[in-house]
T-cell receptor, first 115, second 113 residues
């Protein structure tokens, strides 16, 4: 089956710093990959996705490229803001025989941006 | 705004009681999943409903049960509440059982005393 490994936090950066949150996967096929974000006191929001190798997802200044050669889907942003402070998740997604099962989440990466 | 709404926002129960949480899916979404998120943890998959039938389940005991209605809204029921059931419960809907993008509600915060 598939598995996803995400770097654990917390990650603390100053405003306008460059951000990278690592996410690597192992898969027998080519699963869809996602980044979700959870702002304090809220549910999860889809931040970006990629469905095949070399796809680049982007949203709100964040980017992630589905890299088959390194089996990675790292989240990057060139200049973070205090409002980016949140928990970021790179979940696993796998189909079962009866249809899509739920996403499998790790603890996420808690990002703290200081002014 | 994901179009998925959950009620109530917060709930306090005592150990041994039963609770029902509700979820209204995004329009046209016939598949709903429920997750439990303990403090400081990632969401854990409870189960999934597709067209009113449960068709996927995580590692949760039978006292966690659900329903999906013809309009695709859904309920999560938890019997014999335990202290460890205190968590944020998230509902996520998607368009079809094989669609891979899930849209989450803001969740219901359950406290068991």
């Amino acid at each position: 089956g598939n598995s996803v490994t995400q770097m654990e936090g917390p990650v603390t950066l100053s405003e306008e710093a460059f951000l990278t949150i690592n996410c690597t996967y192992t898969a027998t096929g080519y699963p869809s990959l996602f980044w979700y974000v959870q702002y304090p006191g809220e549910g999860l929001q889809l931040l970006l996705k990629a469905t095949k190798a070399d796809d680049k997802g982007s949203n709100k200044g964040f980017e992630a490229t589905y890299r088959k050669e390194t089996t990675s889907f790292h989240l990057e942003k060139g200049s973070v803001q205090v409002s980016d402070s949140a928990v970021y998740f790179c979940p696993d997604f796998e189909y079962s025989g009866g249809g899509a099962d739920g996403l499998t989440f790790g603890k996420g990466t808690h990002l703290i941006i200081q002014p | 705004e994901t179009g998925v709404t959950q009620s109530p926002t917060h709930l306090i129960k005592t150990r041994g009681q039963q609770v029902t949480l509700r979820c209204s899916s995004q329009s046209g979404h016939n598949t709903v999943s429920w997750y439990q998120q303990a403090l400081g943890q990632g969401p854990q998959f409870i189960f999934q409903y597709y067209r009113e039938e449960e068709n996927g389940r995580g590692n949760f005991p039978p006292r966690f049960s659900g329903l999906q209605f013809p309009n695709y809204s859904s309920e999560l029921n938890v019997n014999a509440l335990e202290l460890d059931d205190s968590a944020l419960y998230l509902c996520a809907s998607r368009l079809g059982s094989f669609e891979n993008i899930q849209y989450f509600g803001a969740g219901t915060r359950l406290s068991v005393l």
